[in-house]
């Protein structure tokens, strides 16, 4: 066995037990405050994470044998996921994994975080909801979604955090985001938006397309890369792209 097997086999998850020994430890880190989030979101958190290991818990998972392919779990924004995922390419260095390049081959398990309306979301947060109004106008709210005339928001978001975090949408489904100030949305199936380092004011939108290979970048204001957010959560057709990032270590609890 070389190196990065070696290495694979000691950080992945392979059996329903071993996703099952992660996630309760995980839901430990939720319980414990650890990431961060307000005390009202941290317990819908920790119900979501309950209801996930329960959804897994009734399931059947072969043990992965075939080299490279694991389990990952991942907690989104308005839901958790267990996943059938190929490793595709590992940098070693120093006998540790520096890098990994990862596809979800197929989701296996979905479990979705309950939804509240602008007031029920203002009322457990102790905020107004025009206040909530206005994050969801500014596209601060990255999760909510159009319902009607209205919004609901999950209710694992917590309210934005001060300044500007960057973001990638993934368009779903070839979808296609009409905009009549951001024409090029109709092109693209990523979006990624970014802050300037030097200057706080200026933002980089870079727009692509796997498929065609079309790439460009857009260079735009605060308010114009809030009407941007606004744009893309308003049309239902892109998801955030991120997901967990405390994924605990059990092969030391092992030995």
């Not at 880190?29 to 317990?43: D, F, T, W």
């Not at 994470?49 to 043990?63: H, N, S």
């Not at 998801?239 to 092969?251: A, C, E, F, H, M």
Request: with cysteine.
């Amino acid at each position: 066995m070389d190196i990065k097997e070696e290495l694979f086999r000691e950080n992945w998850l392979f059996t329903r037990e071993d996703v099952l020994k992660s996630l309760e430890l995980y839901l430990e880190h939720e319980k414990n405050g650890e990431s961060g989030y307000s005390s009202e979101v941290i317990k819908n958190r920790v119900k979501l994470c309950e209801k996930f290991i329960a959804a897994v818990k009734k399931c059947k998972l072969p043990v992965l044998t075939e080299l490279w392919w694991f389990y990952e779990y991942q907690f989104l924004g308005n839901s958790m996921e267990l996943n059938l995922s190929q490793a595709k390419e590992i940098e070693v260095e120093n006998d540790e994994i520096k890098s990994m390049t990862t596809t979800v081959e197929h989701t296996l398990i979905k479990v979705e975080c309950d939804y509240l309306t602008v007031e029920q979301y203002a009322s457990m947060l102790g905020i107004e909801p025009v206040t909530v109004r206005q994050w969801i106008r500014r596209g601060k709210l990255r999760y909510a979604k159009k319902y009607g005339r209205d919004w609901l928001i999950p209710n694992i978001e917590d309210k934005p955090q001060r300044g500007f975090t960057c973001v990638q949408y993934i368009v779903e489904n070839d979808a296609q985001i009409e905009s009549d100030e951001f024409p090029l949305l109709a092109t693209c199936d990523s979006i990624a938006i970014l802050q300037d380092r030097d200057n706080k004011s200026k933002f980089i939108c870079y727009l692509k397309n796997y498929k065609t290979k079309f790439h460009s970048e857009l260079e735009l204001t605060r308010s114009e890369v809030e009407r941007l957010e606004h744009t893309i959560i308003e049309s239902g057709k892109a998801r955030v792209d991120g997901n967990i990032q405390y994924i605990p270590y059990i092969r030391n609890l092992e030995d």
